[in-house]
């Protein structure tokens, strides 16, 4: 009976010794695997979904350089609607063209250069005194504001310039000042 004890005892020994060798199996192998697995898996995702990321931002920059270089040419035309605020001579340059064409005597009295809150953009302000006939004047202002220039006149004051007697005319005096936007 007593062989039959020990033989129990050797068993149960045995299965408790391979319960605990499966349980520190469990413990320090496989449960730190699966962690590591799980870890893993997340990272992956993690590291796919980056990566879609910049596949999409790969293929969105392709598609701006292909939209660039068809805008190139808009946007040198947005571009030469400003002036250049250190050297503005183009702009003074246009200026005295359309006077000429329009057949009025201008005069550039000051240049400022201002940036109020509202405005987006800095800009120059021209005070511009002129003298010749009205129609004239008033050609002179549309072909300003249908300018290259990206220009808004203001405060124009036109006065009636004083006549010999007897004759008439439609000469006047005008000053203004023209906002145009810098670059």
């Given at each position: 009976f007593q062989s039959k004890m020990t033989i129990k005892k050797r068993v149960y020994s045995t299965l408790v010794i391979f319960a605990l060798l499966i349980i520190f199996i469990i413990i320090f192998i496989v449960f730190p695997l699966f962690r590591q697995i799980k870890n893993n898996s997340k990272e992956l995702i993690i590291q796919k979904?980056?990566?879609?990321?910049?596949?999409?931002?790969?293929?969105?920059?392709?598609?701006?350089?292909?939209?660039?270089?068809?805008?190139q040419r808009f946007?040198?035309?947005?571009?030469?609607?400003?002036?250049?605020?250190?050297?503005?001579?183009?702009?003074?340059?246009?200026?005295?063209?359309?006077s000429e064409k329009s057949q009025l005597k201008i005069?550039?009295?000051?240049?400022?250069?201002?940036?109020?809150?509202?405005?987006?953009?800095?800009?120059?302000?021209?005070?511009?005194?002129?003298s010749g006939s009205f129609p004239n004047f008033l050609k002179?202002?549309?072909?300003?504001?249908?300018?290259?220039?990206?220009?808004?006149?203001?405060?124009?004051?036109?006065?009636?310039?004083?006549?010999?007697?007897?004759v008439v005319s439609d000469n006047v005096m005008a000053t203004f000042s023209v906002k145009v936007f810098v670059k």
């Open positions: 979904e980056k990566f879609i990321a910049l596949e999409a931002k790969i293929t969105n920059l392709e598609k701006f350089k292909v939209l660039y270089a068809e805008l946007l040198k035309e947005i571009d030469n609607l400003f002036v250049n605020p250190a050297v503005p001579v183009e702009f003074i340059g246009f200026l005295e063209n359309i005069e550039i009295l000051s240049i400022s250069d201002q940036k109020i809150e509202k405005d987006f953009w800095p800009y120059l302000i021209f005070q511009i005194s002129s002179f202002l549309e072909k300003l504001e249908n300018g290259p220039y990206l220009a808004e006149t203001q405060n124009v004051s036109v006065n009636k310039l004083s006549q010999d007697k007897g």
